[in-house]
């Protein structure tokens, strides 16, 4: 059974810039979450769904993340306005009826 | 404030000995508490969760949950260099367990 899949793997970008990361959750999962880790700390919930539907956005920085899950399958973060505190992998999970499956993380550097 | 404390921030332990984790919700109305482990450069992969008082053995690993506390640690023994990693601790409370709350995680590092 394939994993959840994310890309890009890595994303260098200016502050300023814009950019999507995108992922793929485990065929059957209709629970999808992002988080933020930052180096060396635990990954923290932005956002998360429940088909399409999102659940909790309430540590969404609204003014320049946003997330969509259209058709409740694969899901899209974007940032519109890159920040260097933005700095951080960025992982996307899905959820069986028990635990959460974590992709390999998007690596963004804003510089 | 971080909602879930791990302690300590890092552990060196030799091979084959005990590695103790601590972690503690600050949040009563936790329920469940989860233990992840992230190898440097991957993604994190649930090791194992404890849902009720008492303790939980798999194989080397071993949980101990106090509810009344909200306390669980987490013990290796025979630890291996295989088993240098990030190790995180999450929560979430009963009528949402998908919501984990993460710590920071406890670095351990054991060394051959």
């Known amino acids: 059974e394939a994993g959840v899949t994310q890309s890009p793997r890595y994303a260098v970008l200016q502050e300023g810039q814009a950019v999507s990361f995108w992922c793929d959750p485990i065929?059957?999962?209709?629970?999808l979450y992002w988080y933020q880790q930052p180096r060396d700390q635990g990954p923290q919930l932005l956002v998360y769904?429940?088909?399409?539907?999102?659940?909790?956005n309430s540590q969404l920085p609204s003014d320049r993340f946003s997330a969509v899950r259209p058709k409740g399958t694969n899901s899209t973060l974007k940032i519109q306005s890159a920040k260097q505190g933005d700095t951080a992998t960025y992982l996307c999970?899905?959820?069986?009826?028990?635990?959460?499956?974590f992709g390999p993380g998007t690596r963004l550097t804003v510089l | 404030q971080q909602k879930v404390q791990q302690s300590p921030e890092s552990l060196i332990v030799p091979e084959g000995g005990m590695a103790s984790l601590n972690c503690t919700s600050s949040?009563?109305?936790?329920?469940y508490f989860w233990w992840y482990r992230q190898h440097s450069g991957k993604s994190p992969k649930m090791l194992m969760?404890?849902?009720?008082?008492g303790e939980k053995e798999e194989g080397r690993f071993t949980v101990h949950l106090n509810k009344a506390s909200l306390h669980t640690s987490l013990h290796i023994r025979d630890s291996q260099p295989s088993d240098s990693a990030l190790y995180l601790c999450?929560?979430?409370?009963?009528?949402?367990?998908?919501?984990?709350?993460f710590g920071l995680g406890t670095t351990l590092q054991v060394q051959p």
């Open positions: 999970a899905s959820r069986d009826k028990y635990e959460q499956y």
């Open positions: 065929s059957g999962h209709d629970t």
């Open positions: 769904f429940r088909d399409e539907a999102v659940i909790d």
């Open positions: 949040d009563r109305n936790v329920d």
């Open positions: 969760s404890i849902f009720s008082n």
């Open positions: 999450a929560a979430s409370k009963a009528g949402n367990t998908g919501k984990l709350i």
